[in-house]
């Protein structure tokens, strides 16, 4: 069977289907996307929102409670106590299915019905209420996409971490701060893709090293800087000289050391432990086609956020892993999974599941929502196993026939994730907007939704410039203040999300005075949106290496860095 050339309804734009994906689509009896694999990713996207948090009043036990979703929205919000509680059913809620109407109204209409959890949160939660997506987190604040951390303030994908401040991408880390892409490190500042280091400062791709300032590339090294050896003695009077720990000191710092990476080799992708795969931030897997940030895959494509191993034979997978087989075009579901097709936050032991959303512990459901401990339900109405069969397979083919058509003209028929119209989610709150941002003329011409983020009505105290430098010029009463963000007057920075004015948390404060750093002058949402410019994008391009000429796919662009080498060049040249 020979791979296929198809034109995405959405964009546009020409895309391919390769054989071992039409092999894959007919094994599961499932049509071809119609769609282009980077639109399929952004649809998924706006179906997330992980980083903004409100305060609503539970529709059960009146309560205000943390929410991903404002007094705004159309959907029914519970506290997390009452959704998991016995106190409602979602099968309160089923209907028969309406042959006269297509499907995605109807579950739309379902979804608005049944109660919503307001936030993800599973395990032991201890005092970490300001946060979302996460597990067994202690002593968190605004932590997202997380779990197995403690003591850990400011950050998105923190695994198995502690005491650690303003993080992106960081794994069983402590003492961590401004880093991006660590894995197994301690006392590590203002670094990337750093492993098993510590007492690390202003570096990038660090590995087995010790005591190193403004670095590059290095393996098993100690007392560098800037690259060059010096003694234990020199390496910390020269620290203590040039490191003066002031905001506009760091600035500069992390300047030279970027200069000094562009100068030096770059390796064609970050992977580790791997073979036969395409991507970036992959490890452990084989037979992986276009993954982002994936752990423990095999035989699996277009991945994206699969960190907690394993998922096998899955396409279009976005967010969470852990023992997952045969998911296609499904967001944010995991454990002990099998066959969910194009649904989002299904978890818990869950089989053949179609097109459902906040399900687990169930099997052969379609359509349903917030269904726990069911077979055979149909817009959460139960079935007899004949019965179910009998009217799913009259469902599919009138979604075929009777398809929902979007504001932008897009056909969606069986085999094609939920519309973006239907997400109860903002474009510019979603994960969408960090990874392909638009501006809110264009989101609200496609037909989807904008958040207005509204000037607080604490008005800063203290401008940004005025904070004191350094540290030891900071006084407690820093806690009262109510700090401009130095982006607040910046329209990029506002279309994502800048809170214009931000405080300084107590705990916050211990951890600058125990290391002595300077104070933020960015909001946290700013101070994110600079980490994620140090993470390499979901996009990959054709790429050669600048020694032995192999070809590869890489997501640097063409022309955007220096040399960039194979694995295996890199190895001999480099480490």
């Known amino acids: ?267 064609f992708a970050h992977t580790r432990q791997v073979k036969s795969v395409t991507g970036d931030y992959i490890y452990t897997s084989k037979e992986v086609k276009d993954g982002y940030i994936v752990s423990g895959a095999q035989n699996c494509r277009y991945l994206m956020w699969l960190v907690v191993p394993p998922a096998k034979d899955c396409i279009d997978y976005t967010q969470y892993g852990d023992n997952a087989e045969q998911v296609v075009e499904t967001l944010s579901s995991g454990i002990n999974i099998s066959r969910i097709f194009y649904s989002s936050f299904v978890f818990k032991n869950s089989i053949n599941v179609w097109y459902s959303n906040n399900c687990f512990n169930s099997e052969n459901l379609f359509g349903c929502v917030g269904v726990r401990k069911k077979k055979y339900c149909i817009l959460n109405k139960e079935y007899s196993k004949e019965e179910y069969e009998r009217v799913v397979e009259k469902i599919k083919l009138q979604m075929d026939e009777m398809p929902f058509k979007d504001k932008s003209g897009n056909i969606y028929k069986f085999g094609e994730f939920f519309p973006i119209e239907l997400a109860p989610n903002y474009y510019n709150q979603s994960s969408a907007q960090e990874f392909f941002p638009l501006h809110e003329p264009e989101v609200l011409k496609r037909g989807y939704k904008w958040k207005t983020i509204e000037a607080k009505g604490n008005k800063a105290s203290i401008a940004s410039e005025n904070v004191p430098d350094p540290l030891s010029l900071v006084e407690d009463s820093i806690l009262n203040e109510t700090i401009a963000c130095t982006q607040a007057d910046d329209k990029e920075a506002q279309d994502r999300n800048c809170t214009r004015a931000f405080r300084i948390t107590q705990n916050e404060l211990f951890f600058y005075k125990r290391h002595d750093l300077p104070l933020p002058r960015l909001c946290p949402n700013c101070r994110h949106f600079k980490r994620t410019l140090r993470r390499n994008p979901p996009f990959f391009y054709e790429g050669s290496c600048s020694l032995c000429g192999e070809v590869f796919k890489t997501p640097y662009a063409p022309g955007t860095v220096g040399e960039l080498y194979c694995e295996k060049c890199y190895q001999q040249e480099v480490i």
């Open 1 to 267: 069977m020979d791979s296929e050339t198809k034109n995405c309804q959405n964009c546009k734009k020409d895309f391919i289907i390769e054989t071992l994906d039409k092999d894959f689509y007919e094994r599961n009896k499932i049509p071809a996307p119609t769609f282009c694999p980077e639109c399929r990713l952004i649809r998924r996207l706006v179906w997330l929102n992980d980083r903004y948090l409100y305060f609503v009043n539970c529709k059960l036990c009146g309560v205000k409670t943390l929410s991903a979703y404002g007094e705004e929205s159309p959907l029914t919000v519970y506290c997390h106590d009452c959704w998991y509680s016995d106190n409602w059913d979602p099968m309160n809620f089923g209907r028969d299915y309406d042959f006269s109407r297509n499907f995605f109204e109807q579950w739309a209409d379902l979804m608005k019905d049944v109660p919503t959890r307001s936030r993800v949160v599973d395990g032991l939660m201890v005092e970490s209420n300001y946060t979302n997506l996460i597990s067994n987190l202690k002593r968190c604040y605004l932590i997202f996409n997380s779990d197995f951390s403690e003591d850990c303030l400011y950050g998105t994908e923190i695994e198995n971490s502690k005491n650690s401040v303003d993080n992106l991408m960081i794994d069983t880390c402590e003492e961590a701060h401004e880093c991006v892409n660590c894995q197994n490190c301690n006392r590590i500042f203002y670094s990337t893709d750093c492993l098993n280091s510590s007492g690390i400062w202003f570096s990038y791709n660090l590995s087995g090293c010790m005591d190193c300032f403004g670095c590059v590339n290095l393996r098993n090294k100690n007392h560098y800087i800037f690259n060059e050896p010096y003694s234990k003695t020199d390496y910390d009077n020269k620290v203590k000289e040039i490191w003066e720990k002031t905001y506009a000191n760091r600035l500069h710092f992390m300047e030279k050391a970027e200069s000094l990476r562009k100068d030096l080799p770059r390796r």
